[in-house]
């Protein structure tokens, strides 16, 4: 059985000034998230990308062609409240942080894992205060609680909609350095990812490509791409 999908209602998708930021409407009804509490964000900038989503549906709404509308409900429906939990389990990363974790072999895999991210957890320890330090093979070992505390501060200073942003960034890379370098606009994110899949593409050259695990890579690359935009557009006023 096919899966039921709400059909398009309305002609044009607007937004609208609010005194808490900025609403969407369509045939000026306002939008309202899941749990039925108006869909209003703090920019103009990302209103207009949301407008945008639903002026682009066709017969039938497409959820999956929307991840501003997503990302913007689930700030709203899950991350405010619930932020204190939503901003330890972010922060939790820290602590065994995908940079950390390096491989014993071979050479050339050890060699380009140091070479990409020796120089993000140097930037992490100059910039964020965070000195996290290596580990060669995957079992845990604890960091610094002081350091983790440090990192996790700031991950509670940011706003609802952030950490909707930071959320998909720190889960899809494995990485709490790797999204505040993001954040922080150290590299494109194009850049970024590749260097949070650095084993994943090491896997690939030695024994070539499976077309299902390269139709889930990209899937999660562009969920990636879309959680750096939705943050880029935060930081947008006008």
């Not at 509670?156 to 899809?172: G, I, R, Y």
Request: glycine share 6%; hydrophobic share 45%; proline share 4%.
């Amino acid at each position: 059985m096919s899966e039921w999908k709400a059909k398009r209602f309305w002609e044009n998708a607007t937004t609208v000034a609010e005194c808490e930021g900025y609403g969407i409407q369509l045939d000026g009804r306002a939008v309202h998230t899941p749990a039925r509490a108006r869909l209003i964000v703090p920019t103009l900038p990302l209103a207009q990308e949301i407008a945008a989503e639903w002026d682009a549906q066709g017969e039938k709404i497409d959820p999956d062609s929307m991840p501003f509308t997503k990302a913007a409900n689930a700030a709203i429906d899950k991350v405010a409240i619930q932020k204190a939990e939503v901003a330890d389990l972010l922060a939790a990363y820290g602590d065994s942080d995908l940079l950390c974790y390096r491989a014993d072999g071979p050479d050339g895999l050890v060699a380009r894992q140091n070479d990409a991210w020796d120089p993000l957890l140097d930037w992490a320890a100059d910039v964020l205060g965070a000195r996290l330090h290596t580990r060669t093979g995957v079992v845990h070992v604890p960091q610094d609680s002081d350091v983790i505390l440090r990192l996790s501060e700031q991950v509670h200073a940011l706003s609802n909609f952030e950490l909707a942003a930071f959320h998909d960034l720190v889960s899809l890379s494995g990485s709490l350095v790797l999204a505040f370098a993001i954040l922080h606009g150290l590299r494109p994110a194009e850049e970024l990812w590749k260097t949070s899949r650095i084993d994943e593409i090491w896997q690939i050259e030695q024994w070539g490509e499976d077309a299902e695990a390269n139709e889930l890579e990209k899937v999660k690359c562009q969920s990636f791409m879309n959680a750096e935009r939705f943050y880029a557009l935060l930081a947008r006023k006008t």
